[in-house]
C-alpha cells in the first residue's frame, strides 16, 4: 500500500469515527512532548518504527478510552433497542430450531430408527442437526422479518458498540430470546409430536 493509500484509509477512519477523531486529535494538541511518549508507548516492539499494527492498535486503544471519557454514552434507549434487535430475531431461530428438532427427531425415530436401529438420542441428534441447517437458511429471512417490524439495531458510533454496555444489551437480547423461542418450539409436543 502506497503512502497515499494509507493516507487516504487514515484519513477516512478519522471523518467515519468522531471518538477516534477526538481522541488523535487530543493526543497531537498535547503540550510538553508528550507526544514523543505516546510514540514511544505505541511501538510495541520498540525499535523505533511505528509499524501498521503498532499504529493501528495505538488508535484503538485511544479512541476506546478517549470515547469513554466523553459525552458519548450510549443511552437506555440505545442499549434497549439493541437488545430487542438481538431478541426477536434469536426467538425466531429458537422456535424454528426446536419445533423442527422435535418433529424431525419423531420422525426419524419412528422411520429410519426402526429400520437401522437407532437409539432415541441418535434420532435427536439427527433431528438437530436438520435443525440446525434449516435455522442457518432461515436466519437472514428471520433478521429481514425483524427488522421490517421495527425491531433493528439502532445507529451508533464504533465507539458506543464497542462499550460494555452494548455487549451486554446484545448478550441478554440473544439468550433472552432463545429461550423464549426454545420454549415456544416446544408446543409440537402438545400435538403429540
Do not use: Y
Amino acid at each position: 500500500m502506497d503512502v497515499a493509500h494509507r493516507a487516504r484509509v487514515v484519513s477516512d477512519a478519522l471523518e467515519e469515527d468522531e471518538g477516534l477523531r477526538r481522541a488523535v486529535l487530543a493526543r497531537l494538541t498535547r503540550d510538553g512532548g508528550a507526544l514523543d511518549t505516546d510514540f514511544d508507548r505505541a511501538d510495541a516492539n520498540s525499535d523505533g518504527v511505528l509499524d501498521k499494527r503498532e499504529f493501528l492498535m495505538a488508535l484503538g486503544r485511544d479512541a476506546s478510552l478517549g470515547a469513554r471519557g466523553t459525552c458519548e454514552k450510549v443511552s437506555f434507549r440505545d442499549a434497549r433497542a439493541v437488545a430487542l434487535s438481538q431478541f426477536v430475531p434469536f426467538m425466531g431461530f429458537g422456535l424454528c430450531d426446536n419445533a423442527i428438532m422435535i418433529c424431525a427427531g419423531e420422525s426419524i425415530e419412528t422411520s429410519l430408527g426402526i429400520g437401522f436401529g437407532l437409539s432415541t438420542m441418535a434420532a435427536a441428534g439427527l433431528g438437530n442437526t436438520m435443525s440446525d441447517v434449516v435455522g442457518i437458511g432461515l436466519s437472514s429471512k428471520i433478521e429481514m422479518f425483524a427488522a421490517r417490524f421495527g425491531f433493528a439495531a439502532p445507529t451508533l458510533t464504533k465507539a458506543q458498540s464497542l462499550s460494555s454496555s452494548v455487549r451486554w444489551a446484545k448478550v441478554f437480547g440473544a439468550t433472552s430470546g432463545v429461550t423464549v423461542g426454545c420454549l415456544l418450539g416446544m408446543f409440537p409436543l402438545a400435538f403429540g409430536a
